[in-house]
T-cell receptor, first 114, second 108 residues
Framework: NAGVTQTPKFQVLKTGQSMTLQCAQD?????MSWYRQDPGMGLRLIHYSVGAGITDQGEVPNGYNVSRSTTEDFPLRLLSAAPSQTSVYFC?????????????FGNGTRLTVT | GIQVEQSPPDLILQEGANSTLRCNFS?????LQWFHQNPWGQLINLFY???GTKQNGRLSATTVATERYSLLYISSSQTTDSGVYFC??????????FGTGTLLAVQP
C-alpha cells in the first residue's frame, strides 16, 4: 500500500539547472496537487490537476511546469532553478475536492538551489 | 481568493492539558480539512469537516460554516501531539488553500 510516492527525497541544484520532481499515487485518485512549504508561510499551492490531461495553476505557479498524462503520475518540472525555489515540496492526492475525500500527502522533497 | 487564518500561531502545553485551535476563513467553503505535520515533516489528514462536528479519539473538530470558522480540540494532550496543525479550505474553485498553521509543543 504505497499511497503517494515522491522522489527524490533530497536534491541540490545549481542556479539555472533544470530537474523534475516525481510524484505517483496508486489509489486511483483524480485530484493531484503540488505544494511548497517555506518557514512561516505554511503550504502554498503551485499547480493542481483534476484528472488526466487537465492541469491548472495554483497560488505560486511561476517557474514550474506540470503535466498529467496518466491518472497515477503528476511530475513537477523546474525549468531553470533559482535560489528562491529552495523549499520543501509536497505532492498530494485525493478522489476529489468535493465529498468526504481526505487529501493524502507524500513525504516531501527537500530542494536546495545554490 | 479565500483567506485562511489560524490562531494561535504557537502554543506550549504540559502533557495532559487540553487545547483549542481555531481556523477562520473569509468566504463560504465546500471543503475543510485539518492536518497534523509531525516533527519529521509528515503531513497526516485528521478530519474532513466542511460543517458539523466529528470526533476521533482525543481529537475532535467543529466547523460552523455560517460563521466561517472551525475549531480543533485536543484533549489530554501527549508529547506525540507536538507538531504543526494546519487547516485547509476550498471555496468556489478547486484550490485547497492552507492556513499558516499552529505550532504546538507538548512538554512532558
Amino acid at each position: 500500500n504505497a499511497g503517494v510516492t515522491q522522489t527524490p527525497k533530497f536534491q541540490v541544484l545549481k542556479t539555472g539547472q533544470s530537474m523534475t520532481l516525481q510524484c505517483a499515487q496508486d489509489m486511483n485518485h483524480e485530484y493531484m496537487s503540488w505544494y511548497r512549504q517555506d518557514p512561516g508561510m505554511g503550504l502554498r499551492l503551485i499547480h493542481y490537476s483534476v484528472g488526466a490531461g487537465i492541469t491548472d495553476q495554483g497560488e505560486v505557479p511561476n517557474g514550474y511546469n506540470v503535466s498529467r498524462s496518466t491518472t497515477e503520475d503528476f511530475p513537477l518540472r523546474l525549468l531553470s532553478a533559482a535560489p528562491s525555489q529552495t523549499s520543501v515540496y509536497f505532492c498530494a492526492s485525493s478522489y476529489s475536492l468535493t465529498g468526504n475525500s481526505p487529501l493524502h500527502f507524500g513525504n516531501g522533497t527537500r530542494l536546495t538551489v545554490t | 481568493g479565500i483567506q485562511v487564518e489560524q490562531s494561535p500561531p504557537d502554543l506550549i502545553l504540559q502533557e495532559g492539558a487540553n487545547s483549542t485551535l481555531r481556523c477562520n476563513f473569509s468566504d463560504s467553503v465546500n471543503n475543510l480539512q485539518w492536518f497534523h505535520q509531525n516533527p519529521w515533516g509528515q503531513l497526516i489528514n485528521l478530519f474532513y469537516i466542511p460543517s458539523g462536528t466529528k470526533q476521533n479519539g482525543r481529537l475532535s473538530a467543529t466547523t460552523v460554516a455560517t460563521e466561517r470558522y472551525s475549531l480543533l480540540y485536543i484533549s489530554s494532550s501527549q508529547t506525540t501531539d507536538s507538531g504543526v496543525y494546519f487547516c485547509a479550505v476550498t471555496g468556489a474553485t478547486n484550490k485547497l488553500i492552507f492556513g499558516t498553521g499552529t505550532l504546538l509543543a507538548v512538554q512532558p
